[in-house]
């Protein structure tokens, strides 16, 4: 399995940026994939989650309806959509998959199967 994160990047307050994770290894079918973050000195946090399958979604309290994820089950890809970012979005983002479809409900990550590896996103003026 593997999980290839991109997108990230230095953007002031108020802007957007957009992540692709590119997932292959395995069947997709039946998967929750997801975003997690994890900013200095805290602990990681499941931003959004989605079932491949079902497309169950859930979103943080911090993010949601400024953040939007999908999925492109043809080309195994995962996105996220990111408006109106805010410094406290500042974080290093991972995308993770694990073959519990359910555990997208709750997006903790603890447990998850594989990770891959971060992409910086920097939100400051």
């Known amino acids: 399995v593997q999980l290839q994160a991109s997108g990230g990047g230095l953007v002031q307050p108020g802007g957007s940026l957009r992540l692709s994770c590119a997932a292959s290894?395995?069947?997709?079918?039946?998967?929750?994939i997801g975003w997690f973050r994890q900013a200095p000195g805290r602990e990681r946090e499941g931003v959004s989650c989605?079932?491949?399958?079902?497309?169950?979604?859930y979103y943080g309290d911090s993010v949601k309806g400024r953040f939007t994820i999908s999925r492109d089950n043809t080309n195994k890809m995962l996105y996220l959509q990111m408006n109106n970012l805010k410094p406290e979005d500042t974080a290093v983002y991972y995308c993770?998959?694990?073959?519990?479809?359910?555990?997208?409900?709750?997006?903790?990550?603890?447990?998850?199967?594989?990770w891959g590896q971060g992409t910086l996103v920097n939100v400051s003026s």
């Open positions: 290894g395995f069947t997709w079918d039946d998967y929750a």
């Open positions: 993770a998959v694990d073959p519990n479809e359910g555990r997208a409900r709750y997006c903790s990550g603890y447990g998850w199967s594989r």
């Open positions: 989605i079932s491949t399958l079902h497309g169950l979604t």
